[in-house]
């Protein structure tokens, strides 16, 4: 497994340039050079930016050079900061992981690939120069399994014009259930040695969205501890969620969330990333605001302790708001104990 030097500690910047109302006041408001210098006082190394399409393209795919410029903006900020910066494309034309947002259709459409790989060219050759402290992340989360052999295609075709203009840029590469880190396996061979693989962590998922409103089949009232017992996690797994989630198979029902959890689950990518020489990074883990402050800090000290026995690097999610913010009021009091753990 190579080394991501320079992306180990981070932290995301969801909810400015993605999952938003995309209007001006949000991008000159919602996260501003203020926030870049405060990131770099917690001591992280890095920040995690998803975009959406609609900040630089109209919906005929014709670029808005405005848009463009936050992105500009945000790269120069961490210059200044001596942070390094990873472009999320969050959502694409033609596909989004949240159903709620009605982009569908990517996936058997070459137009809308077309229009993807074009937006990643413009990144690129926008971009590619700063390779020193960028890194660029293809596309979040793909949701299905089914879509995994047309999504490695793509991807390994995108990578391949990303190369014309940016031949030494970090690319990082997720895999299906919402990258989950069951689907490493299955990510494309790495297209040469600039190639990262990226999952997500929520695990587990009973803990981290407790109360989720989003969750379809959710108790928005559902609470539960960090310090629950296994049987009590599977139980509230099974009763408040139907979608793809680690279970607690193996594992004692009177044990209760430890190191070993993490190191179990994450032992099969950390595997195939040093098999093909690759690094391994998790672009998004966190704790809901519906858990108490002082359960989150727990949680990320047990996953961060196992994010650095093995070297991996992350980002959590998120900065401010979102359900996740780490900069909220309501985590004054633990703060400054969680960021030794991010």
């Not at 408001?29 to 393209?57: A, C, M, Q």
């Given at each position: 497994m190579t080394d991501f030097t320079g992306f180990k500690h981070g932290v995301n910047l969801g909810g400015w340039l993605s999952q938003c109302d995309h209007t001006t006041k949000r991008y000159d408001?919602?996260?501003?050079?203020?926030?870049?210098?405060?990131?770099?006082?917690?001591?992280?190394?890095?920040?995690?930016?998803?975009?959406?399409?609609?900040?630089?393209?109209?919906?005929?795919?014709?670029?808005?050079?405005k848009g463009f410029v936050y992105i500009d903006n945000v790269i120069s900020w961490c210059r200044e900061y001596g942070l390094n910066m990873i472009l999320d494309l969050h959502r694409t034309f033609g596909y989004s992981f949240y159903d709620g947002d009605n982009e569908h259709g990517f996936f058997d459409s070459e137009e809308y690939q077309e229009r993807f790989y074009k937006l990643w060219e413009k990144f690129a050759e926008r971009y590619g120069k700063n390779s020193d402290m960028l890194a660029f992340e293809l596309l979040n989360e793909v949701t299905k399994k089914e879509y995994c052999d047309t999504w490695n295609d793509i991807s390994y075709k995108c990578i391949e014009k990303i190369r014309k203009y940016a031949p030494d840029i970090k690319i990082l590469v997720g895999g299906y259930y919402n990258n989950s880190v069951e689907a490493v396996k299955d990510i494309a061979m790495p297209y040469d040695e600039n190639i990262v693989y990226n999952f997500h962590c929520y695990e587990p998922l009973i803990f981290t969205h407790q109360g989720a409103p989003w969750i379809p089949t959710m108790d928005t009232s559902y609470r539960i501890s960090v310090k629950a017992s296994y049987k009590e996690m599977d139980e509230g797994s099974r009763n408040n969620i139907e979608q793809v989630t680690t279970g607690f198979a193996g594992y004692s029902e009177d044990a209760v969330l430890d190191e070993q959890y993490f190191e179990d689950i994450f032992a099969e990518a950390i595997e195939v990333a040093k098999q093909r020489g690759v690094s391994l990074y998790c672009g998004e883990y966190g704790v809901i605001d519906r858990a108490a402050p002082e359960e989150a800090l727990s949680w990320y000290k047990i996953i961060g302790n196992v994010f650095n026995k093995f070297d991996i690097g992350r980002a959590a999610w998120n900065y401010k708001e979102m359900d996740f913010g780490l900069s909220d009021k309501r985590m004054d009091d633990v703060r400054e104990d969680l960021i030794k753990y991010l």
């Open positions: 408001e919602f996260v501003t050079r203020k926030d870049i210098e405060v990131i770099k006082g917690w001591g992280l190394d890095h920040v995690r930016v998803p975009v959406d399409y609609e900040l630089v393209e109209e919906n005929d795919g014709s670029y808005k050079e």
